[in-house]
């Protein structure tokens, strides 16, 4: 962790951690790898069985196989995102620069995935039949880690295109069968600023005594960035 790194509150973490697809390529001194992986396993869990594993993979001769093999599928992921979603299609309603500020993040995260200094792999050992509640055991772990990174200066990110190279994977990392793997986490300092993110005002998603009762106490804190709302969220191209 840089000296002039400035300490940071958590509502200031929460605030201000955006997904970040840009990275410098400089590695992440052990010392604060560390301290983000140990965040991540402070986690709670459903009665404390602390089912998640994190399998780091750096850019060593250990792990370059399986980055490699991440590379390729998120670059056919995304590639398949493109056709499918039409992010390529022009004429969207004077929302082009945002657009394609989205789109060139998401190309030079897929090509230089390899040249990312940390990938995680975040991993739940399944010990029951499948819940719905199971991501309770894994997701707030992925969250201390994000956190903890934006803390110490480091930007993250959450994807899930290691689906696409799955079978691989397993084999390459000899993960068992009863083990989930939920997310990949990126790490490393970013090309870029931090937030404030950008999201739909507090007073749409939270409610009191009944749905869409309205809880006139929550309010967005002065420098908010709002997006626009819930109705028309579906043509929002911001990557945060």
Known sequence: MSETTPAISTIEAMA??????????????????????????????????????FIVLRDTTGGRPARQLLGDGFRRGWAHKVGAEGWQKEGDEGRSSRRVRSMEAMQKFVDDFEKIP??????????????????????????????????????????GWHKVVEDELRQLLSIPDDVVLSLTITLGKPEGSFGPVRRFPASELVYENGWEQGAEWVVDPPGSLLSRSRMKSATSYRVD
């Open 118 to 159: 940390v990938i995680v792999l975040a991993c739940m050992h399944r010990y029951r039949e499948p819940h719905h509640g199971e991501g309770a055991s894994i997701f707030p772990a992925c969250q201390n880690m994000l956190l903890a990174a934006r803390s110490l200066g480091y930007g993250a990110c959450f994807s």
């Open 16 to 53: 201000t951690a955006r997904s970040f697809h840009r990275y410098r390529f400089d590695p992440i001194p052990e010392q604060d790898l560390g301290r983000i992986l140990w965040a991540a396993t402070r986690a709670p869990s459903g009665t404390n069985r602390q089912p998640y594993r």
